[in-house]
């Protein structure tokens, strides 16, 4: 036990080391410029790290007050994590405009769908709400990244290299934090050593994606997409679907004859 | 509660598949194969011209004539040879239907406005279409599908194609639209390779 609280200092440490280091590569590369909400999450994480470690000292790990204080501090990191989210599904398709529109209202939808299950299907301990919210949370944000990513796959948007580490970070430290959280609920004080230590190694991971993707500048402008007159649109998508439900329909009477002959 | 547990196992197990599936590489194809562009600009290209000579390949009559005339392993050959053209002229038709479907995504995202509607109805139909496509395909492959129902799959993508190009032709500057959607995806990433 002695030994995981020692590995589990110097990973608090290692991780909030790493952060400064990446911080202030957005900073001299000039980076924060072109991700404002991921560098104040960074900014905020470290933030907060800082205060909890303090609390705790002052207060020690069984008091109630800095239980409260750490797993506020926690709710704000929290907030500012999904900001840096909202802003990498900008970066992906905010270009497109009319594409655009659709994906934000069907990634919100999905977030509060699975943020809802979540809620549902929480013990409903009060003791427990902030690590309810904490998995909701996480299994959102990593839905919201899976969906966008399908929608750019779908739409053959091509994917900033950037924008894809700072997905696939966000996506699968939160893939761990809902797998650790829903661990510990389960098996709450037979796992609760390890569950920090593993979280913080998750994090460690994510930062390294975020750190190699972001070692060197990023213009700063994204180009303005030239779009086609929306008459276009207007015209043809009908159209399309006219003569994909008549292909389909056709389809089926072959497959219905089919299936009588055999 | 257990079953909430492996509810939330399973759906990071499926976001990990989803996420692994949607960042690998798209497959290699010939550069303009799947290309919308060209497909407006070379209308002549495709599969479904050569219905008319596959028609003629596949017609009943001759085989009939074959299996009365023919030997067993003549007639087991001719089938197996007939199968394979089938099954490669489906996919040609495949791909014509691809090209088209493709044609609709890349003025979808170059265009101002998208209609929720149009783009679910679209992607419902082509999931529904690749399904049928490989139920067709495996009819075919066991030998259960005759094979001049295919003529009914290529009369269709060659007559939408024909009235996506009119719809383009109505709205004027066809060759415009063309060169404006081909700098238009080059220079912003919509990959059509």
Request: one cysteine or more; aromatic letters at 10%.
């Amino acid at each position: 036990m002695a030994a995981i609280a020692l590995f589990q200092q110097a990973l608090w440490a290692l991780n909030s080391a790493g952060e400064v280091v990446l911080l202030t590569l957005l900073v001299v590369r000039k980076n924060y410029r072109s991700y404002p909400a991921f560098s104040l999450y960074l900014l905020v994480d470290l933030t907060m790290g800082a205060t909890a470690f303090f609390v705790y000292r002052l207060w020690g790990f069984d008091s109630a007050t800095a239980y409260r204080i750490a797993w506020g501090t926690h709710g704000i990191v929290l907030f500012a994590r999904a900001l840096a989210v909202a802003e990498v599904c900008r970066h992906l398709l905010s270009r497109y405009r009319g594409v655009w529109a659709l994906a934000w209202r069907i990634l919100l939808l999905c977030a509060a769908l699975v943020l809802c299950y979540s809620i549902l299907a929480a013990r409903h301990d009060w003791k427990l709400a902030l690590l309810t919210a904490d998995r909701g949370l996480g299994l959102s944000i990593a839905t919201v990244i899976v969906v966008l990513l399908l929608f750019a796959r779908y739409y053959d948007v091509k994917v900033d290299p950037v924008v894809r580490s700072l997905a696939i970070g966000f996506c699968l430290y939160s893939c761990f934090v809902v797998l650790n959280n829903t661990v510990l609920e389960r098996w709450l004080h037979d796992y609760s050593a390890l569950w920090n230590l593993l979280g913080m190694l998750a994090f460690l991971a994510s930062l390294s994606i975020w750190t190699g993707a972001l070692r060197h500048s990023q213009s700063e402008a994204q180009p303005k997409e030239i779009l086609l007159p929306s008459g276009i649109y207007q015209a043809i998508a009908p159209e399309i679907n006219l003569r994909l439900r008549l292909f389909n329909e056709q389809l089926t009477r072959f497959w219905k004859v089919e299936a009588g002959r055999s | 509660m257990n079953f909430f547990f492996y509810t939330f196992i399973l759906a990071v197990a499926v976001l990990l598949f989803l996420l692994a599936w949607s960042l690998r590489a798209p497959r290699k194809r010939r550069a303009s194969s799947l290309d919308p562009v060209s497909s407006l600009q070379d209308p002549g290209r495709r599969h479904a011209t050569y219905l008319p000579q596959i028609r003629r390949a596949l017609a009943p009559a001759d085989f009939e004539f074959l299996t009365s005339h023919a030997s067993r392993e003549l007639t087991r050959r001719v089938g197996k040879e007939r199968r394979r053209i089938a099954l490669a002229y489906l996919s040609g038709v495949q791909e014509d239907f691809q090209r088209l479907l493709k044609l609709a995504r890349v003025i979808a995202v170059l265009s101002p406005e998208v209609g929720a509607a149009q783009e679910f109805e679209r992607l419902r139909l082509g999931v529904q279409f690749a399904l049928r496509c490989h139920m067709i395909r495996a009819e075919l492959f066991l030998g259960l599908a005759p094979l001049p129902q295919l003529s009914g799959l290529s009369q269709m993508v060659s007559g939408f194609a024909a009235r996506i190009e009119t719809a383009i032709t109505e709205l004027g500057e066809r060759a415009a639209l063309a060169t404006e959607l081909a700098s238009s995806l080059e220079r912003r990433g919509v990959d059509l390779s």
